[in-house]
Each structure stands twice: as C-alpha cells, then as structure tokens.
C-alpha cells in the first residue's frame, strides 16, 4: 500500500511544509488571497483552527475554519496514493464530499464578508 521510497520524500515534504506554516504563523503573515482580492480563501483559519484544536478547543476550530476536519484525510490519501479503501469508488465519494465542503465555504464566505479575522 505505501511505497517506503516515496513515503520518505513525503515525509520530509510535510516537515518542510509544517516549518514554512509556522514560519508564517508566528511571523503573522497574511493570507496572500486576503490581502490582495479582500475576500477569504476556502483555507483562511485553517492554521488557526489546528492550533485551537491543538489546545482541546474545538469549537474555536469550527469558527476559524469548519473545514479542518479534512486535512487529516486529506493527508493520508496524499501517504496512500489515493487509495485508502480497495473501492475507488468510496475513494472518489470522499474526496468529492470535502471539494464541495470547501465550494460550500467559499461561497459562503464569498456572501458573507468578514471585515477582521
């Protein structure tokens, strides 16, 4: 299920990855998508909300961004290839679910403009 060579550079893709998000966090860098067109992206909160939920808070993580819940499974299908159950099917279902959460978000973001995060 895991090819060993390609989950290594996976893994150290994540690391890198995690240090440039903590860089920005702690840095308190602003969403480019915000900044530049004044409307939040489908991702905006998303750093936020894992630190609430980091800190057993979460109802802040659904406030900052209901959407975290995905990024975990998100991950994983990025650690299998796609494939996390034999039926692609069930695998095709869950990715299309989370794109419209996030359609979803956007959209409503989209009517309902936040004037301070």
Not at 60 to 76: C, E, K, Q, R, T
Request: hydrophobic share 55%; aromatic share 18%; with cysteine.
């Amino acid at each position: 299920m895991f090819n060993t060579k390609k989950l290594a550079v996976k893994i150290i893709c994540t690391i890198v990855y995690l240090a440039f998000v903590y860089m920005m966090y702690i840095t308190n860098c602003e969403c480019i998508y915000l900044k530049f067109l004044g409307i939040q992206c489908p991702g905006c909160g998303m750093t936020r909300a894992w630190v609430s939920v980091i800190n057993r808070n979460v109802v802040d993580a659904f406030s900052f961004n209901p959407m975290f819940w995905s990024v975990p499974i998100l991950y994983i299908f990025i650690l299998a290839d796609g494939h996390i159950f034999k039926n692609n099917y069930v695998n095709y279902s869950i990715l299309a679910l989370i794109c419209i959460g996030f359609i979803i978000l956007f959209l409503f973001r989209l009517l309902n403009p936040v004037s301070n995060l």
